[in-house]
């Protein structure tokens, strides 16, 4: 089977590489941000993976207990967990990410229960203070890890985990890499569809499909039958499909600003520190999301720089309805990218794929604008 066709099978829910691992006799734990990290439950010998919800059709269970202006996401994620669709999960793990995501967590403690929860707090800002409040929070998760699947976190082991995440933190900066070029050899559908796969399966398994595709890339022809680079920037977006309307119609995305995309991986922890002050000062301050109060000038920077870096021609927004954050975020961006001459479209959108014929109707207009 080819790397690719693998990768999309990897996106499913509980997909081959899942299946196995539990028949394997080991735990899985979902979580529900990227501050959520990783390194810490892998460490455990336990496979993390991020809850998606992209088998979701509607949401009349989940409507009963959220209000229908709460986010899609989290509302899709309740309803999965309520047609028990979660079941592969050992438990699961969040954080005050968002108002939203916190209330998912109390309801499916209360609706559709696992055998193991937590919740991490996560600052709201970066400062000396604020980042030693957060290794020991980091320290509170890893004793509850241990206690609870009578495991032993060494140090060791915790060293080996960041190296594991850190060779997938440069295997998705070489893939991006490739993306600058005049004719990119993998377009943003592509792209999407590795990222989940990456948050879906073992991570040493992962890192070395990637490294064999990425060779493959290498030597692939480049895409030239597009009218414009298009950068991706927004709330949670893990939906290939939605990416595929935008290429469809000639926008080429090069790049992003997006919690499964480049603020996922752009961030290195230290190797050469101790392991847990080298995770508390990377995960708070990684480049950031909206929940950070103090990061909006380095998240539009950052913006900035990429959007010279990948040569971008126009920046989307893709707005999930009814998330505040990225609301009064994109508000923010929007002024910046008005300042520095940059065109965008801002585009509201559920979780799940919808509207495809307005969607179609804007991005076709935009396009003929950045021509």
């Not at 996922?264 to 999301?289: G, Q, T």
Request: glycine fraction near 4%; charged fraction near 25%; aromatic fraction near 12%.
């Amino acid at each position: 089977m080819a790397i690719m066709e693998e990768f999309n099978q990897a996106i499913s829910l509980s997909n081959p590489y899942i299946n196995a691992w539990k028949r394997g006799g080991k735990k899985v734990l979902g979580y529900f941000c990227s501050y959520i990290p990783e390194e810490l439950i892998h460490a455990a010998e336990i496979l993390p993976i991020r809850v998606r919800a992209r088998d979701c059709t509607d949401t009349p269970m989940a409507d009963a207990y959220m209000t229908p202006t709460t986010c899609s996401y989290t509302r899709c994620c309740l309803e999965l967990a309520n047609r028990k669709q979660y079941n592969f999960l050992d438990g699961i793990v969040s954080c005050n990410c968002c108002d939203q995501v916190r209330r998912l967590y109390d309801n499916i403690r209360y609706k559709a229960p696992f055998p193991y929860h937590y919740i991490m707090g996560v600052p709201g800002y970066v400062s000396d203070t604020t980042t030693h409040w957060f290794k020991h929070e980091l320290i509170k998760f890893k004793q509850n890890l241990e206690e609870n699947f009578q495991v032993k976190i060494s140090d060791d082991k915790l060293v080996n985990s960041i190296s594991v995440y850190n060779k997938s933190r440069e295997l998705f900066k070489e893939l991006y890499m490739l993306r600058k070029q005049d004719h990119p050899p993998i377009s943003g559908t592509e792209t999407m569809n590795i990222i989940s796969a990456g948050v879906s399966i073992p991570r040493e398994q992962f890192n070395e499909l990637l490294t064999k595709q990425l060779s493959e890339f290498k030597e692939k022809s480049g895409v030239s039958d597009y009218r414009s680079r298009i950068m991706l920037v927004g709330s949670m977006l893990d939906e290939p499909e939605y990416i595929q309307v935008i290429e469809d119609l000639g926008g080429l995305v090069v790049t992003d600003s997006l919690c499964m995309g480049t603020r996922y991986f752009w961030d290195f922890v230290d190797e050469k520190k101790e392991p847990i002050d080298s995770l508390a000062e990377r995960y708070l301050s990684k480049i950031s999301c909206p929940r950070m109060t103090d990061g909006q000038t380095q998240r539009a920077q950052f913006l900035m720089d990429l959007i010279k870096e990948f040569k971008v021609d126009g920046v989307i927004f893709e707005r999930m309805k009814f998330c505040a954050l990225w609301w009064a975020e994109i508000f923010m961006l929007r002024k910046k990218l008005k300042e520095e001459g940059v065109p965008f479209l801002d585009l509201e959108r559920e979780y799940i794929l919808s509207g495809v014929g307005a969607m179609k109707t804007r991005v076709q207009t935009f396009m003929e604008i950045l021509e």
